[in-house]
């Protein structure tokens, strides 16, 4: 593959960190075959209250960089993630995010699949 094509297809998953986004950054990396991968970006998000994920699909999830921790309605067990840290939360699993840290980028890769 000729250099130059490569450059325009080489990314960086740290890149466009926005300082304070006002919301929550979720992007499609790749998606195809039953999956779709995404980047999230959280800074001092955290779900609505009362608000659950009901998914239909089950996620693997890592953080890369940054602090969160998420909240498991079956069981009420609050799990701290650090970069590094990854998980499995199986389809209809209700879980909310509770916290992620407000001084710097929290940087999720998310695998949804079937």
Same mark, same amino acid.
């Given at each position: 593959?000729?250099?130059? %094509?490569?450059k325009?297809?080489?990314?960086?998953?740290?890149? /466009?960190?926005?300082e304070?986004?006002?919301? $929550?950054?979720?992007?499609?990396?790749?998606? =195809? =075959? /039953?999956?779709r991968? $995404? %980047?999230? &970006?959280? !800074?001092?998000?955290?779900?609505?209250?009362?608000?659950w994920y009901?998914?239909? +699909?089950?996620?693997? &999830?890592?953080?890369?960089?940054? =602090?969160? !921790?998420?909240?498991?309605?079956?069981? =009420?067990?609050?799990?701290?993630?650090?970069?590094?840290n990854?998980l499995?939360?199986?389809? +209809? !699993?209700? +879980?909310r995010?509770?916290?992620?840290?407000?001084?710097q980028?929290? &940087?999720?890769?998310?695998? +949804?699949y $079937?």
């Amino acid at each position: 593959m000729p250099e130059k %094509r490569q450059k325009e297809m080489l990314k960086n998953i740290f890149a /466009g960190l926005a300082e304070s986004p006002a919301d $929550e950054l979720m992007e499609t990396l790749l998606q =195809g =075959g /039953g999956f779709r991968l $995404e %980047r999230i &970006v959280s !800074r001092g998000h955290a779900s609505p209250e009362n608000f659950w994920y009901d998914q239909e +699909h089950s996620e693997w &999830v890592m953080l890369l960089s940054g =602090g969160a !921790r998420l909240l498991f309605a079956d069981s =009420g067990e609050e799990i701290e993630l650090h970069p590094g840290n990854y998980l499995i939360i199986p389809a +209809h !699993r209700k +879980h909310r995010v509770a916290w992620t840290d407000p001084d710097q980028p929290s &940087v999720w890769l998310a695998i +949804h699949y $079937e």
